[in-house]
């Protein structure tokens, strides 16, 4: 593999994370990356980006400068439940673990809106 590379970070990818494939357009790896990780480009082809051995992503995630980003700790009941509206009422539609790493786009009575195209909430109090 070549050792040139860029750095870019991952963004807008939501709770779900950005899938690592292992050809451009090909069958995921079964890893996700969360927002804010640094990745090495090594190389491009079409809409995607080569970022390891047989790894590659989706390069519309991938921006220059890295994203605020919030953790997700002290969740004494793992995992904290992503929900489709700002309320304990709303059906869950994900989960996050301690750890996990997560962008925030909108804030409201004590929530987090964690993806920038879908309704996906989590209690803020979990987020440092």
Do not use: H
């Not at 790894?55 to 002290?74: A, D, G, H, Q, R």
Request: aromatic share 12%.
């Amino acid at each position: 593999m070549k050792t040139d590379y860029v750095v870019k970070y991952v963004c807008d990818v939501g709770d779900k994370g950005l899938a690592v494939l292992k050809t451009p357009a090909g069958k995921g790896t079964g890893v996700t990356l969360k927002a804010g990780t640094p990745v090495r480009v090594y190389e491009t082809d079409g809409y995607y980006s080569k970022i390891g051995e047989n790894e590659w992503v989706f390069m519309i995630y991938l921006f220059s400068k890295k994203p605020k980003t919030k953790k997700v700790y002290n969740v004494k009941r793992p995992p904290l439940k992503v929900r489709d509206m700002p309320d304990k009422e709303g059906n869950v539609v994900g989960e996050l673990y301690n750890g996990d790493t997560v962008q925030i786009y909108k804030s409201r009575r004590g929530w987090c809106k964690v993806s920038k195209d879908e309704e996906r909430w989590c209690e803020k109090q979990y987020l440092k």
